[in-house]
């Protein structure tokens, strides 16, 4: 599944999803681009100590991703052993949280 | 611009403490202000990071002055999460420096044990940028340097070990410091297999829970610890938007400015009180500030390089691991063990110490502070 981020034509800059603004050229006029949702892990954690709204989810999987566009995204991982260098897929979007596969 | 010293200090025991904020407060401030022969303040300034969550309190300057018998004199509360003390800390000492007062007197404070620890979790996590989708992915706090963690072994080699030799050798410096909140021995086997908190950190790699209050005075003069410069510095608040994620920049800006406005370099330094809120977040520390190589922090505790005898002793109150955590309370702990240190009075005494450090983060590198202190007279 893609992945819509958020680009400035004017500084030919990527920027995530709920940027407000460009941090270079102060513009607003961002263009919504679409990345493949494919990506490398950078790294990673288990966490079994979780706040109270992700509690039923622990213990779960938390990755820095590299997009091949070039822009690094954390996100939640599901599935079996993570590893550093590993590719992972985009798989859905839940309250507001990536989900890779 | 005038000189700067730190002419009293007072602190509370960290742990589980039954009184209030405000007690805590007055108690640290009362002996502060005592020990410095009690002059005229002339302001006072307050770090303080969610008393309005954890203890349903506010106006914590006012309160403290008025308990204080202070009078109409300013006071504030500065907020900057783990780094509200060094924060609270520096604005004193520039107004000092510049000559707009003559004395602050600065504490520092947390009541965090009370409310179930899931409201805690959620309070810390304030220290994050919760508007963004990183917020809403759960990551935790902990989590941030848990991910760091995995990236630093797999980028420089280091083990889990080091991890924990970094929790043990701060443990056994807090078991001599009795305003710590752990004391009880520990060894390597049980920090490692203690139960898992965000992998690869366990229960002894993270800071506790911890209510506390400190607090120092400090005047224009010479006549104490002589405070010779103070750095400041910000980074992201944001794992993903990190340029580097094992580079802190706010730790490194914020030393580098401390060390060109003392003309200390990191060779001179004696003692050193650093952030480590985790274990990680020490090894990152020591190689910002320059004491070791970018990549080889490990090294040094694999070699004893962090202990009395080694390069140099980092956190002999036993950190904030071991000494405990109590977040606005501990920029200004810090200060103190330096201050202590340079007395010669201190716990873990350091023979012949003349310079010594201090570093207080703020969140996962958001805020970072240094102050380079100097022993009365040398
Ligand atoms: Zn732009």
Redesign the pocket.
């Known amino acids: 599944m893609t992945i819509t981020a958020k680009y400035?034509?004017?500084?030919?800059?990527l920027y995530h999803f709920d940027k407000y603004?460009?941090?270079?050229?102060?513009?607003k006029n961002?263009e919504e681009k679409e990345l493949n949702g494919r990506g490398e892990v950078y790294s990673f954690t288990k966490i079994h100590a979780a706040p109270k709204r992700f509690a039923t989810l622990a213990p779960y999987n938390i990755i820095l991703v590299d997009l091949e566009e070039g822009l690094r995204l954390t996100a939640r991982y599901e599935g079996d052993e993570l590893a550093i260098g590993k590719q992972v897929i985009f798989s859905e979007k839940v309250d507001g949280a990536y989900v890779f596969r | 611009m005038r000189d700067v010293s730190v002419t009293g200090r007072g602190i509370t025991k960290f742990g589980k403490n039954t009184e209030s904020i405000k007690n805590m407060l007055v108690e640290a401030c009362r002996e502060a202000l005592i020990e410095a022969g009690r002059p005229k303040v002339d302001a006072v300034f307050v770090g303080n990071f969610a008393s309005g969550s954890l203890a349903n309190q506010e106006i914590l300057g006012s309160m403290l002055t008025n308990e204080l018998g202070l009078g109409s004199i300013p006071s504030m509360k500065v907020e900057g999460a783990c780094a509200s003390g060094g924060l609270a800390f520096r604005q004193a000492y520039q107004l000092v420096k510049a000559g707009e007062y003559d004395s602050v007197l600065v504490a520092g404070a947390e009541k965090m044990t009370g409310p179930e620890t899931e409201t805690i979790t959620n309070a810390i996590n304030h220290a994050m940028d919760n508007d963004s989708s990183e917020g809403a992915s759960g990551l935790t706090f902990p989590g941030f340097f848990g991910v760091l963690a995995n990236r630093y072994m797999y980028e420089y080699g280091a083990e889990r070990r080091h991890l924990a030799m970094v929790s043990l050798k701060n443990r056994e410096y807090a078991m001599n410091n009795p305003m710590a909140q752990f004391q009880k021995a520990t060894s390597l086997e049980e920090i490692m297999n203690a139960r898992p908190i965000t992998e690869p950190l366990g229960l002894f790699d993270c800071s506790p829970i911890s209510d506390g209050a400190a607090a120092v005075l400090l005047e224009k003069g010479k006549d104490g610890v002589q405070v010779l410069s103070s750095g400041q510095a910000s980074g992201t608040p944001l794992m993903q938007e990190a340029d580097d994620l094992l580079h802190m920049p706010a730790t490194y800006e914020s030393g580098k400015s401390a060390y060109e406005a003392s003309g200390i370099s990191p060779e001179d330094i004696d003692v050193v009180e650093l952030h480590d809120c985790f274990s990680m977040t020490e090894i990152i520390a020591i190689e910002e500030l320059g004491f070791f190589d970018k990549g080889k922090g490990w090294v040094a505790l694999e070699n004893d390089q962090t202990k009395h005898g080694g390069t140099v002793p980092v956190n002999t109150s036993g950190g904030l691991l071991s000494k405990g955590h109590p977040i606005g309370a501990t920029g200004i702990a810090q200060i103190i063990q330096i201050v202590d240190q340079l007395n010669g009075r201190a716990v873990n005494q350091v023979e012949n110490a003349t310079h010594g450090l201090a570093q207080n983060l703020g969140g996962t590198g958001a805020y970072s502070t240094v102050h380079i202190f100097r022993k009365k007279g040398a």
């Open positions: 400035c034509a004017e500084c030919d800059r603004h460009c941090m270079v050229c102060f513009s961002l």
